[in-house]
Each structure stands twice: as C-alpha cells, then as structure tokens.
C-alpha cells in the first residue's frame, strides 16, 4: 500500500495511475486475508468491488485517451465538460477507489479496519490509515484536473449513446448500492466463500 501511495502522488498518467490502485488494493485485499474470519470476509467483499469499480475507471480513461489522443491527466484537463459521462465516470471511478462514503469500497475497508482493531494489531491499521491517506489526498489532486481543470487541449468528441451512459450510471449505482445495502443472498456467499479461504469449508 505505501509503495503504491508513493508512485501514485508523483503519477500523472492516467492508465499508469489506475495499475498503480491496483497495487494499493491489491495490498487491502492481501491485509484482510491475514486478520482472521471478519477480515477475509471484509477482502473478499473487497475484491467484488474493486473488480466493478476499476472495470468502470479502465473503460473511462480508455475513452477519454481516445478522445484526447493522450492519458496525460494534465492534457484531459476539463473532460468532464467537453465528454461529461466519461468524465464523470473516471472521475466517479477515482472517487470511489479513494474510498469516499458511503460507496462500497469505503465499507468493506471499513471492515478490513473493523478486523484489524478487533485482532489489536495496531501498527498494521496505523500504516492501513497512512497509506489511505497519502492516496486520498495525491488521487483527489489528480482527478480534480480532468474534472474541473482549465482546458489545454480540445478533444476529438465522439458522442455517448445510451450505451455508454449505462455502463457509467449503472456501475456507479451498483457501487453505491452495495456501499448503503448488502444484499442477503450476496452476503450469504461472501460468508461461505470465507469459510472455504479460512480451511472450514
């Protein structure tokens, strides 16, 4: 998570950015795993939406770099102006994996957070916080650009069909979704899956 948190405040490409949230999460998930059944379970939940979520960050990057001819973040500057549902999808997309509530990763970090209390493993939840925050604070930084930023560049627009605004939309509030409510069934699953990954299948 540290070394993640490095790179990703000195990164200013945005495909390059997203891999490097990998590794961050990817530290998360891994974090989870080793602080017993609550924790896994909180990884496990974790990888779900991290999966969504970069799904929707990777296609609205990729969008916008074939619209600007570039994933340099800084020449994107106003994207969510000039292609509003890809912009608002990547900056969507970061906001999400910085982990603001009340969308799902916010609540299954909170989890991986609960897991490390409850164990007294305080170092780890003291780096887990550290970690976050230099994320938090370098990702914000970047997405603010694309979101709000004074033009550089002009994009060769290509319009969003209805397609497009229901990958974005629908990712969005399925992320949101399972950051506010649970669903039974998906629980139900998260919970056998745990017992299979702690060896009591």
């Known amino acids: 998570m540290l070394v993640a948190a490095a790179f990703i405040v000195f990164q200013h490409d945005g495909k390059r950015l997203l891999a490097y949230h990998s590794v961050e999460h990817m530290g998360i998930i891994a974090l989870g795993l080793g602080l017993g059944s609550l924790g896994t379970f909180g990884a496990l939940w974790h990888t779900l939406n991290h999966a969504v979520c970069k799904a929707l960050a990777?296609?609205?990057?990729?969008?916008?770099?074939?619209?600007?001819?570039?994933?340099?973040?800084?020449?994107?500057?106003?994207?969510?102006?000039?292609?509003p549902v890809w912009g608002a999808g990547f900056f969507g997309g970061l906001l999400v994996l910085i982990g603001v509530a009340p969308f799902a990763i916010f609540m299954s970090e909170f989890q991986i957070l609960r897991a490390a209390a409850d164990a007294r493993a305080f170092g780890v939840l003291t780096l887990f916080?550290?970690?976050?925050?230099?994320?938090?604070?370098?990702?914000?930084?970047?997405?603010?650009?694309p979101a709000w930023g004074e033009e550089v560049s002009a994009p060769r627009l290509r319009p969003s069909g209805a397609?497009?605004?229901v990958l974005v939309i629908g990712a969005l509030a399925l992320?949101?979704?399972?950051g506010v409510w649970l669903p039974a069934p998906l629980k139900s699953a998260l919970e056998a899956a745990t017992l299979v990954v702690r060896g009591h299948p």
């Open 58 to 83: 990777f296609f609205s990057v990729g969008r916008l770099g074939q619209m600007y001819g570039t994933h340099d973040l800084g020449k994107m500057a106003g994207a969510m102006r000039r292609a």
């Open 129 to 145: 916080l550290l970690g976050a925050g230099i994320v938090f604070v370098g990702a914000l930084r970047h997405a603010i650009t």
């Open 163 to 165: 397609a497009d605004a």
């Open 175 to 178: 992320l949101l979704l399972l």
